[in-house]
């Protein structure tokens, strides 16, 4: 069964610290990750998304792919008390479903003025 | 661009009422539509994959009898819900794929339902 593990949290820094949110997969032919933010009550919104192995800056944002070591990161830098939500790392499945994504279930995130 | 809309968000009804839920993409066309349902404090789970002109795939576990989908066209899937009950309560989340390759599925707002 495929899987996505992300660390529940709550991950607490200060404002305009960096947040580093961690995900694992176990779907080894996986090829598309992405992270979305949720803020509570609400649906999930697409912050990145990444293919390559590396880095992909987008603003404050960068996401970090190690697909040897099946890792994917959420890098927030100079957090804002706004960033404060749960962050769910999800991945596009390989073979006959290669179109679904697989959730993890989340980090809460709470960044303190 | 890639909007998509979700329709109602809130729906409060008795038990054994049946619910319609719209998910429609706004500015692009969808051959591919997926229906979630989020209970709290839980990520989402994936209940079915809708495609244009075709039957819905249904996750392990989904009653499909129950969780009837339709996508009609390429703009439009809806979800109905039949003989809600209070166990139904959750949050029902539609998303939408521009194309296959690897883009990434657009989420509407959401749709709480409550059944009393």
């Known amino acids: 069964q495929k899987e996505v593990e992300q660390n529940s949290g709550p991950l607490s820094v200060p404002e305009g610290a960096i947040a580093s949110l961690n995900c694992t997969y176990s779907d080894r032919g996986s090829q598309s990750f992405f992270w979305y933010r949720q803020y509570s009550g609400k649906s999930p919104e697409l912050i990145m998304f990444i293919y390559s192995n590396g880095d992909k800056e987008d603003g404050r944002f960068t996401a970090q792919l190690n697909k040897a070591s099946q890792y994917v990161s959420l890098l927030i830098r100079d957090s804002q008390p706004s960033d404060s939500a749960t962050y769910l790392c999800?991945?596009?499945?390989?073979?006959?479903?290669?179109?679904?994504?697989?959730f993890g279930k989340g980090t809460l995130l709470t960044v303190n003025p | 661009g890639a909007v998509v809309s979700q329709h109602p968000s809130r729906v409060i009804c008795k038990s054994g009422t049946s619910v319609k839920i719209e998910c429609r993409s706004l500015d692009f066309q969808a051959t591919t539509m997926f229906w979630y349902r989020q209970f709290p404090k839980q990520s989402l789970m994936l209940m079915a994959t809708?495609?244009?002109?075709?039957?819905?795939?249904?996750e392990q576990g989904v009653e499909k009898d129950k969780f009837l989908i339709n996508h009609a066209s390429l703009t439009l899937s809806t979800l109905t819900v039949t003989s809600a009950h209070p166990e139904d309560s959750s949050f029902y989340i539609c998303?939408?794929?521009?194309?296959?390759?690897?883009?990434?599925?657009?989420f509407g707002d959401g749709t709480r339902l409550s059944i009393l």
């Open positions: 809708s495609n244009e002109g075709s039957k819905a795939t249904y």
């Open positions: 998303s939408a794929l521009t194309g296959f390759d690897n883009q990434p599925q657009h």
């Open positions: 999800a991945v596009k499945g390989s073979g006959g479903s290669n179109y679904k994504l697989t």
